[in-house]
C-alpha cells in the first residue's frame, strides 16, 4: 500500500475514532484515536532538529507533569498521551497529497452532523446544544469547528488551493446558532482572514454585499437576535474572568510559580465550575508549572519567527479560542496547533501543487 493512502486512511480512521469519542464517550474510540495517530511517526523519518524539539518537549511535559498534584486518576495518562496523538495526528496532515480534501470533508461531515440538531432545537433552548457532545458544552462545539476550518484554511494555503468561501459563512451561520460568544467572533474573524488573504480583490464586493443585507433585515432585528438569542446579552464579563484574576492572584511564591498553583486550594470560585479554568493558558502552567509557559513562549517564538502573515494570523485565532475554555495545550483539540506548527518548522518543504 503506499504511504498517501496509509496517511490518508490513518487520518480518516483517527478522525472518526475522535468524533465517536466526543458524541458517545467511551474511552475505547480515544484509545483507537491514539493508535491510527502513531501512523505518523512510523511512516516517514522525522528530520534530526524536529525530533530532538519533540523528545525535548516530550520529556520536560511528562517530569513536571507526572508530579504535579491536580492530575487526578488517568487524566495524567490521557494528557500525554493526547499530546502525542495529535502531533501524530498533525503529522498525517501534513504528510498526505490529500490534506485539501481531508480537512475539507472532515469539517462538512461535522458541519451537516451540528446542523441535525439545529434542524431539531432551532431557537427553542440554547442549553439543548449541549447535548451535542458527550461531555462538553455547545461552546467546545463551536470551537472544534473552527479548529476543523482553520486546519481546512492551512491545507489550501500550503497547496496553493483558494479555499470554498462557502465554509467560513457556513461556519458563521452555524455559530451563530450555538450562541457561543467567542465562537462567534472567532468565526467571523476567520471569514475576514480568508477573505483578505484569498480573495482580496472581491473584498469590497462582500462588503457591500453584507451592508445591503444587514440594512435589508434592519437594525431591530438584529439587534434582537445580538441581545436576546446570543450569548452577548451576558455581557462581556463572565465567570471565566473571575477564575483567571484567582489563579493569577495564587502565584504569590516560587514554588506555585515554578510547578503551578494548586487549582483545588488556590481558587475557592473553582469549585462551582467542577475545577475547570475556562483557560488554556491556566491550564498548561497549573499542569506543567513554568515548562507549560516555557512550551506556549517557545509556540510564540518559532511562528512569529516565520514571518508568515497567515501563519501568524491562524495562531492567534487558535490561542484566543484557547484563552476561553480548557481545550487546548496537551489536549485532544491540539491537531490544529501542532498542524500549524509543524507547517511552519517545514516552510521550504511545504508543497506549492494543486491537490
Do not use: W
Not at 436576546?228 to 464579563?237: A, C, L, N, P, R
Not at 511562528?303 to 490561542?319: A, D, G
Request: aromatic share 24%; glycine share 4%; charged share 10%.
Amino acid at each position: 500500500m503506499e504511504k498517501k493512502y496509509i496517511y490518508n486512511c490513518a487520518y480518516i480512521l483517527g478522525s472518526i475514532s475522535i468524533f465517536l469519542y466526543l458524541v458517545k464517550g467511551p474511552l475505547v474510540f480515544l484509545i483507537l484515536f491514539y493508535f491510527f495517530s502513531l501512523f505518523g511517526f512510523f511512516s516517514e523519518k522525522i528530520s534530526k532538529k524536529n525530533l530532538f524539539l519533540f523528545t525535548l518537549s516530550f520529556l520536560l511535559i511528562s517530569l513536571f507533569g507526572f508530579f504535579n498534584v491536580n492530575f487526578k486518576d488517568n487524566e495524567y495518562y490521557l494528557t500525554i498521551f493526547s499530546f502525542i496523538s495529535c502531533i501524530g495526528t498533525a503529522l498525517l496532515l501534513f504528510r498526505s497529497s490529500s490534506s485539501v480534501n481531508l480537512t475539507k470533508y472532515h469539517y462538512i461531515f461535522f458541519a451537516l452532523y451540528v446542523c441535525f440538531f439545529i434542524y431539531q432545537y432551532a431557537f427553542i433552548d440554547p442549553e439543548l446544544y449541549n447535548n451535542i457532545f458527550a461531555s462538553s458544552s455547545r461552546n467546545i462545539v463551536s470551537a472544534y469547528l473552527n479548529l476543523l476550518l482553520i486546519s481546512y484554511v492551512i491545507s489550501c494555503y500550503r497547496f496553493n488551493v483558494p479555499p470554498s468561501i462557502f465554509l467560513p459563512l457556513f461556519n458563521i451561520f452555524i455559530c451563530f446558532f450555538l450562541y457561543g460568544r467567542t465562537g462567534i467572533v472567532l468565526s467571523i474573524f476567520l471569514l475576514l482572514t480568508i477573505f483578505i488573504k484569498f480573495f482580496y480583490s472581491k473584498i469590497n464586493l462582500f462588503i457591500c454585499i453584507f451592508f445591503v443585507i444587514f440594512v435589508f433585515l434592519g437594525y431591530s432585528i438584529v439587534e434582537f437576535y445580538f441581545l436576546e438569542k446570543t450569548g452577548f446579552v451576558q455581557g462581556t464579563i463572565s465567570e471565566r474572568s473571575i477564575v483567571f484574576n484567582e489563579y493569577v492572584s495564587s502565584l504569590n511564591d516560587y514554588k506555585n510559580i515554578i510547578f503551578g498553583s494548586n487549582v483545588y486550594n488556590c481558587c475557592s470560585y473553582l469549585a462551582s465550575l467542577s475545577f475547570n479554568l475556562h483557560n488554556s493558558f491556566l491550564y498548561a502552567h497549573s499542569r506543567f508549572g513554568l515548562v507549560g509557559v516555557l512550551f506556549v513562549v517557545g509556540l510564540f517564538v518559532l511562528i512569529f519567527k516565520s514571518k508568515n502573515i497567515l501563519y501568524i494570523t491562524l495562531f492567534l485565532l487558535i490561542c484566543f479560542r484557547y484563552f476561553y475554555d480548557q481545550l487546548g495545550f496537551f489536549q485532544i483539540f491540539d491537531v490544529t496547533l501542532f498542524y500549524l506548527l509543524i507547517s511552519v518548522l517545514n516552510i521550504s518543504k511545504n508543497t506549492n501543487y494543486k491537490v
